[in-house]
């Protein structure tokens, strides 16, 4: 469906459009049609720094439901962080335009029904359709957060299928509960055991290597990091602790299914980081590798400064590394406890850090959806848009996942622009905006201005909009729009 | 009035491509030594047999599937050095590749955004990168652009509209200016480009996607860098990836379409560029190769010393290396073929026909050990 701008004008509001629209579209975001309160002052307050730093922005109304929750705005942001961190059921309309992606719901051995190009664009619509619309936004930034650190290429063997589960039964599942839990799913997931070989890691004769290929990216980019002080007999000894779990391929009966296969498996002693692990462990080798690998106090720093470059800086200051990886190990790598400890520290709370961290571009196509209510299926424009910025869903090639810092993204300002062209101009089919009405319902151009931007516009802003054929178009590809 | 090389070319209108082979390619598989005995024990299922292997020198073949790249070397246009690579020996992706293109710890940025900087050149085509990202080897470059592709821009007044209101919103921004000037230039000129089209020249064919692909978004982006290269819009240096090298597992099918798309995708290019390709360097790289013996899935794991190509620009061509065989007494660590030659010796000989400066800057602490390719 391909609605120009003059369409969307004559039909702005009329029962036609928004029939033919909502027929494969959702909403990105619930938009009531009154008006919503807009920043008025020309700095970033918390509530908006909050909504976009652990969210996709503020959608349309989002900032007045926000700062209702408490008197003060830091209470109210306490509260919403406390909601966030018990996320409920989606709303009925996110939900009704999910169940039209069939093959998400489906068991791991009943994926391999769907073509694998049909599941991994309908995994990827998805990703986009929960960012942008869901009311859950911490738990869907940490889902974008751990798909990295996580990272599976479903370009690989047969990820296309599996990265499907992985991302339903390990990363959503476990975005906010125990790092344990979640590195023991993800060791266990089909789909990884497919991406870094783990399923082909076997010594069943004294003669044969293991493949290291998952021991090394468990200890390098999972738990401890690359500076985690790890040598490469520790990477040897983990992939011997590894051996014999396998994954049966799509050529056998129960495909998909996880095995460990004893007579495969390294069953002598190992020493794993300065531990002993007996022989005689089978199985049970991978638990006691995992124990050693998440309670490794290099594994707390090195989840620590992650998460605060995501949510604080590119270059976060030692001081809230500090705390954040204090929680970490003091929690027994909680997530919730580690990003409430997050939350409070002085440098992601200054005004300073507001707006200063560069989006990624799956960021910003979730957000321009988000805070301009679009209506979205999702589909194939966006994930065309994705791709050349270079961060298609699920297919960053090696395992260290999508960066996380500015200068990698600096190069894709084309692309972004592009994009906010589309989205203005209502040329890209799936997904479409009411244009004027958005204008209308924020109190004219200056007031959309300051609900995209987080605070009222400079007198340059102000100055570019007035002249502007597009000031949507404008706005969504400007220096302020890159940065959350 | 720029200075002139031997060639005759104005320096400005050198290009230095590099092809960065993400993942670990196995040089034992680009260029095998099948006539080396200790090659056949440690390869007894994954090795080419000397009959199938194209002659290069020594105990050298090259794979059959580079065989588009043959009649380069058998004319004197392509450099092949063996067992060579950086002195990490982390075997690590990401710490081997970050290295690669640092150009050397302690090193601030990458060795191509030294090396521009150096030489103070700007603009926003001078450096791109072919795919949608821009490589580490490129950072802190004066200017960079990740093209995607040519054809994704479009033009007309809606774009222009926003171009001229961005080019106000963008100027004063400390991060993102000079990003957005490129960015802006760019759309400019590539607008240009985009009205002409893209069309290989001189005969060439880059494969299609009859032939996979992979071997069909690499040779697309090989043309269209080709039509910049003759459009001379003022680049001086481009990266293109080739990924997915990492053949931990069932080798023969993660290596043999890539080795074939390599060699089909670069002789293309070669051919397109004509006589430009005498000002025009291609260095193919990868972080390392891998191990000397296979393992237990038909795969090889991480491990030092690969392969580097030089092709065209200049390049005297010829088979360079120090063999010292495969005896249990030469390999490295785990049984891996060990760095004898260093990469940064092959990139400073390119680098001293574009013009280079005091190398030392480029590779600070690197001791140079001079190769002639």
Same mark, same amino acid.
């Given at each position: 469906?391909?609605?120009?701008?003059?369409?969307?004008?004559?039909?702005?509001?009329?029962?036609?459009?928004?029939?033919?629209?909502?027929?494969?579209?959702?909403?990105?975001?619930?938009?009531?049609?009154?008006?919503?309160?807009?920043?008025?002052?020309?700095?970033?307050?918390?509530?908006?720094?909050?909504?976009?730093?652990?969210?996709?922005?503020?959608?349309?109304?989002?900032?007045?439901?926000?700062?209702?929750?408490?008197?003060?705005?830091?209470? %109210?942001?306490?509260?919403?962080?406390?909601?966030? #961190?018990?996320?409920?059921?989606?709303?009925?309309?996110?939900?009704?335009?999910? *169940?039209?992606?069939?093959?998400?719901?489906?068991?791991?051995?009943?994926?391999?029904?769907?073509?694998?190009? @049909?599941?991994?664009?309908?995994?990827?619509?998805?990703?986009?359709?929960?960012?942008?619309?869901?009311?859950?936004?911490?738990?869907?930034?940490?889902?974008?957060?751990?798909?990295?650190?996580?990272?599976?290429?479903?370009?690989? *063997?047969?990820?296309?299928?599996? =990265?499907?589960?992985?991302?339903?039964?390990?990363?959503?599942?476990?975005?906010?509960?125990?790092?344990?839990?979640?590195?023991?799913?993800?060791?266990?997931?089909?789909?990884?055991?497919?991406?870094?070989?783990?399923?082909?890691?076997?010594?069943?004769?004294?003669?044969?290597?293991?493949?290291?290929?998952?021991?090394?990216?468990?200890?390098?980019?999972?738990?401890?990091?690359?500076?985690?002080?790890?040598?490469?007999?520790?990477?040897?000894?983990?992939?011997?602790?590894?051996?014999?779990?396998?994954?049966? !391929?799509?050529?056998?009966?129960?495909?998909?299914?996880?095995?460990?296969?004893?007579?495969?498996?390294?069953?002598?002693?190992?020493?794993?980081?300065?531990?002993?692990?007996?022989?005689?462990?089978?199985?049970?080798?991978?638990?006691?590798?995992?124990?050693?690998?998440?309670?490794?106090?290099?594994?707390?720093?090195?989840?620590?400064?992650? $998460?605060?470059?995501?949510?604080?800086?590119?270059?976060?200051?030692?001081?809230?590394?500090?705390?954040?990886?204090?929680?970490?190990?003091?929690?027994?790598?909680?997530?919730?406890?580690?990003?409430?400890?997050?939350?409070?520290?002085?440098?992601?709370?200054?005004?300073?850090?507001?707006?200063?961290?560069? =989006?990624?571009?799956?960021?910003?196509?979730?957000?321009?959806?988000?805070?301009?209510?679009?209506?979205?299926?999702?589909?194939? +424009?966006?994930? %065309?848009?994705?791709?050349?910025?270079?961060?298609?869903?699920?297919?960053?090639?090696?395992?260290?996942?999508?960066?996380?810092?500015?200068?990698?993204?600096?190069?894709?300002?084309?692309?972004?622009?592009?994009?906010?062209?589309? #989205?203005?101009?209502?040329?890209?089919?799936?997904?479409?905006?009411?244009?004027?009405?958005?204008?209308?319902?924020?109190?004219?151009?200056?007031?959309?201005?300051?609900?995209?931007?987080?605070?009222?516009?400079? $007198?340059?802003?102000?100055?570019?909009?007035?002249?502007?054929?597009?000031? #949507?178009?404008?706005?969504?590809?400007?220096?302020?729009?890159?940065?959350? | 009035?720029?200075?002139?090389?031997?060639?005759? @070319?104005?320096?400005?209108?050198?290009?230095?491509?590099?092809?960065?082979?993400?993942?670990?390619?196995?040089?034992?598989? $680009?260029?095998?030594?099948?006539?080396?005995?200790?090659?056949?024990?440690?390869?007894?299922?994954?090795?080419?047999?000397?009959?199938?292997?194209?002659?290069?020198?020594?105990?050298?073949?090259?794979?059959?599937?580079?065989?588009?790249?043959?009649?380069?070397?058998?004319?004197?246009?392509?450099?092949?050095?063996?067992?060579?690579?950086?002195?990490?020996?982390?075997?690590?992706?990401?710490?081997?590749?970050?290295?690669?293109?640092?150009?050397?710890?302690?090193?601030?940025?990458?060795?191509? *955004?030294?090396?521009?900087?150096?030489?103070?050149?700007?603009?926003?085509?001078?450096?791109?990168?072919?795919? +949608?990202?821009?490589?580490?080897?490129?950072?802190?470059?004066?200017?960079?652009?990740?093209? *995607?592709?040519?054809?994704?821009?479009?033009?007309?007044?809606?774009?222009?509209?926003?171009?001229?209101?961005?080019?106000?919103?963008?100027?004063?921004?400390?991060?993102?200016?000079?990003?957005?000037?490129?960015?802006?230039?760019?759309?400019?000129?590539?607008?240009?480009?985009?009205?002409?089209?893209?069309?290989?020249?001189?005969?060439?064919?880059?494969?299609?996607?009859?032939?996979?692909?992979?071997?069909?978004?690499?040779?697309?982006?090989?043309?269209?860098?080709?039509?910049?290269?003759?459009?001379?819009?003022? $680049?001086?240096?481009?990266?293109?990836?080739?990924?997915?090298?990492?053949?931990?597992?069932?080798?023969?099918?993660?290596?043999?379409?890539?080795?074939?798309?390599?060699?089909?995708?670069?002789?293309?290019?070669?051919?397109?560029?004509?006589?430009?390709?005498?000002?025009?360097?291609?260095?193919?790289?990868?972080?390392?190769?891998?191990?000397?013996?296979?393992?237990?899935?038909?795969?090889?794991?991480?491990?030092?010393?690969? @392969?580097?190509?030089?092709?065209?620009?200049?390049?005297?061509?010829?088979?360079?290396?120090?063999?010292?065989?495969?005896?249990? !007494?030469?390999?490295?660590?785990?049984?891996?073929?060990?760095?004898?030659?260093?990469?940064?010796?092959?990139?400073?000989?390119?680098?001293?026909?574009?013009?280079?400066?005091?190398?030392?800057?480029?590779?600070?602490?690197?001791?140079?050990?001079?190769?002639?390719?």
């Amino acid at each position: 469906m391909l609605l120009s701008r003059r369409q969307l004008v004559v039909g702005a509001g009329s029962t036609v459009t928004l029939a033919v629209v909502a027929g494969r579209a959702t909403r990105a975001a619930a938009a009531p049609g009154a008006t919503f309160a807009v920043p008025r002052s020309p700095e970033v307050d918390l509530v908006d720094h909050v909504l976009a730093r652990c969210g996709f922005g503020a959608a349309p109304g989002e900032r007045e439901r926000v700062r209702n929750l408490a008197a003060r705005s830091d209470e %109210a942001v306490d509260r919403w962080i406390d909601e966030q #961190l018990a996320p409920g059921d989606e709303q009925p309309e996110l939900r009704r335009s999910l *169940g039209r992606l069939d093959s998400l719901e489906q068991p791991v051995g009943e994926l391999y029904e769907w073509k694998p190009e @049909v599941v991994l664009r309908e995994l990827s619509s998805a990703a986009l359709l929960r960012a942008a619309g869901s009311r859950w936004q911490l738990r869907e930034v940490m889902v974008d957060f751990w798909s990295d650190h996580f990272n599976i290429d479903a370009s690989k *063997g047969e990820c296309a299928w599996l =990265k499907a589960a992985d991302d339903r039964d390990v990363i959503r599942r476990h975005a906010l509960g125990r790092f344990r839990d979640l590195v023991r799913a993800s060791a266990l997931s089909p789909a990884m055991l497919w991406y870094l070989d783990g399923r082909t890691n076997r010594r069943a004769t004294a003669s044969e290597r293991p493949n290291e290929n998952y021991a090394r990216e468990l200890l390098e980019l999972h738990t401890l990091g690359a500076d985690g002080g790890y040598a490469q007999t520790d990477v040897m000894e983990a992939a011997r602790c590894l051996t014999g779990w396998t994954v049966r !391929d799509r050529h056998r009966f129960r495909k998909g299914r996880v095995e460990f296969d004893p007579a495969l498996h390294d069953d002598g002693e190992k020493h794993v980081l300065g531990g002993r692990i007996p022989a005689g462990g089978g199985a049970r080798d991978l638990d006691a590798l995992l124990d050693v690998a998440t309670a490794h106090p290099a594994t707390a720093r090195h989840l620590a400064t992650k $998460l605060c470059r995501r949510f604080i800086g590119d270059e976060p200051p030692a001081s809230a590394v500090d705390a954040v990886a204090v929680a970490f190990r003091n929690s027994g790598g909680d997530v919730r406890t580690t990003l409430r400890a997050l939350f409070r520290t002085d440098s992601f709370r200054s005004p300073a850090a507001r707006r200063t961290k560069m =989006k990624r571009p799956f960021q910003l196509v979730a957000s321009a959806l988000r805070t301009t209510g679009a209506r979205t299926d999702g589909g194939a +424009p966006l994930l %065309a848009a994705l791709r050349s910025m270079g961060q298609s869903p699920f297919q960053y090639p090696t395992p260290e996942g999508a960066p996380d810092v500015a200068r990698a993204w600096s190069g894709t300002l084309l692309w972004r622009w592009r994009l906010a062209m589309g #989205l203005a101009e209502g040329t890209l089919s799936g997904s479409s905006l009411d244009v004027p009405g958005l204008v209308c319902r924020a109190g004219g151009i200056e007031g959309l201005a300051a609900h995209l931007l987080g605070r009222s516009p400079h $007198l340059a802003e102000r100055a570019v909009l007035a002249r502007s054929a597009s000031p #949507l178009g404008v706005l969504l590809a400007s220096p302020a729009f890159q940065r959350c | 009035m720029p200075a002139l090389t031997l060639a005759g @070319v104005p320096d400005d209108d050198r290009v230095l491509v590099t092809v960065f082979l993400r993942g670990g390619a196995d040089g034992l598989a $680009l260029v095998p030594p099948v006539h080396d005995d200790g090659y056949r024990r440690a390869r007894p299922r994954l090795g080419v047999p000397p009959s199938q292997a194209l002659r290069l020198d020594g105990p050298f073949g090259l794979a059959p599937e580079l065989a588009e790249l043959h009649p380069w070397f058998l004319e004197g246009h392509l450099a092949v050095v063996h067992a060579v690579g950086s002195d990490d020996d982390s075997r690590s992706h990401f710490v081997a590749q970050e290295l690669m293109e640092r150009g050397g710890t302690g090193a601030a940025g990458g060795w191509l *955004g030294r090396w521009l900087r150096a030489r103070a050149t700007s603009g926003a085509l001078t450096a791109v990168a072919t795919g +949608p990202e821009v490589p580490d080897s490129l950072r802190g470059a004066p200017s960079a652009t990740a093209l *995607g592709g040519l054809t994704e821009l479009s033009t007309g007044p809606a774009w222009s509209d926003l171009c001229a209101s961005l080019a106000g919103l963008y100027a004063g921004d400390a991060q993102l200016g000079r990003p957005a000037r490129d960015a802006l230039d760019a759309a400019d000129r590539m607008g240009k480009l985009h009205a002409d089209g893209v069309h290989p020249e001189h005969g060439a064919r880059y494969p299609s996607a009859a032939e996979g692909d992979v071997a069909e978004a690499f040779g697309r982006q090989l043309a269209q860098l080709a039509a910049l290269i003759r459009a001379r819009v003022g $680049l001086v240096t481009a990266c293109v990836d080739l990924a997915g090298w990492d053949s931990h597992f069932a080798q023969e099918t993660i290596v043999a379409p890539r080795m074939r798309a390599l060699a089909c995708g670069l002789s293309a290019f070669a051919t397109d560029l004509g006589p430009a390709l005498a000002r025009t360097s291609v260095v193919v790289m990868s972080e390392f190769g891998r191990r000397v013996g296979e393992n237990a899935s038909l795969g090889t794991d991480h491990g030092r010393g690969s @392969v580097m190509l030089v092709l065209g620009g200049g390049t005297p061509g010829g088979m360079h290396c120090r063999w010292r065989g495969l005896d249990d !007494d030469v390999l490295e660590g785990p049984g891996d073929l060990p760095v004898v030659h260093d990469y940064r010796d092959v990139l400073e000989a390119v680098l001293r026909r574009h013009g280079t400066i005091d190398p030392r800057s480029i590779f600070p602490g690197h001791v140079p050990a001079p190769l002639a390719v």
